[in-house]
């Protein structure tokens, strides 16, 4: 199975303050790697798909970027819905692993 | 209003069986392959098992090989698990998740429901 390694598994930071994640894969996974946003109460959220596409409706605070085995999301001008659980996943193969997660405080 | 409806959790002893039902609505679930992610309270995702738009293909993560079964209802727009021979580590809320495309392997799960929770407990 491929391992995904997130990181930090959780983050502190300040309105307005710029934050990265990032996902370390134990393989290439060339850019099938997407990023989820979940919220306590609420259904999860495809932020970016393939690595670096941002899904419709997400702000453009949000991106990502990376290919191969190191991936990273980054926020800008952090906001007040941003308070959350980030996930990465990978959808190179089977079974189709997520990263333990990164929770945001604001 | 496009949503995806879980149902059938529950308490239920180890050993025991329970069926997961996901109604799509606002959209055709024709079109996509579906799956079935779980969270455990407290900890990560896991990917559990995802379905081709014509059934054609299924596929499992190897904990739940042989306990679990994928289906799909096209003319209902619904989803199905079948879970048996159920383990306490099965505890969880389960997620029924649309892809963006056809096959059973996903590209990405744009549209997810609000989960509905298993407790294997005896």
């Known amino acids: 199975d491929i391992r995904v390694t997130q990181s930090p598994s959780s983050l502190s930071a300040s309105l307005g303050d710029r934050v990265t994640i990032t996902c370390r894969a134990s393989q290439r996974l060339s850019n099938c790697l997407n990023w989820y946003q979940l919220k306590p109460g609420k259904a999860p959220t495809l932020l970016i798909s393939a690595a670096s596409s941002l899904q419709s409706g997400v702000p453009s605070r949000f991106s990502g970027s990376g290919s191969g085995t190191d991936f990273t999301l980054t926020i800008t001008n952090l906001q007040p819905e941003d308070l959350a659980a980030y996930y990465c996943q990978q959808t190179y193969s089977s079974p189709y692993t997520f990263g333990q997660g990164t929770k945001l405080e604001i | 209003e496009v949503q995806l409806v879980e149902s059938g959790g529950g308490l239920v002893q180890p050993g025991g069986s329970l069926r997961l039902s996901c109604a799509a609505s606002g959209f055709s679930l024709n079109d996509y392959g579906m799956h079935w992610v779980r969270q455990v309270p407290g900890k990560g995702l896991e990917w559990v098992s995802g379905?081709?738009?014509?059934?054609?293909?299924?596929d499992y993560v190897d904990s739940v090989k042989g306990r679990f079964t994928i289906s799909r209802d096209n003319a209902n727009n619904s989803l199905n698990l079948h879970m048996n021979s159920l383990r306490e580590d099965d505890t969880a809320v389960y997620y029924c998740?649309?892809?963006?495309?056809?096959?059973?392997?996903?590209?990405?799960?744009?549209?997810w429901g609000q989960g509905t929770r298993v407790t294997v407990s005896s």
């Open positions: 998740v649309k892809d963006i495309q056809r096959s059973h392997a996903p590209y990405a799960f744009d549209m």
């Open positions: 379905i081709s738009w014509n059934s054609g293909s299924l």
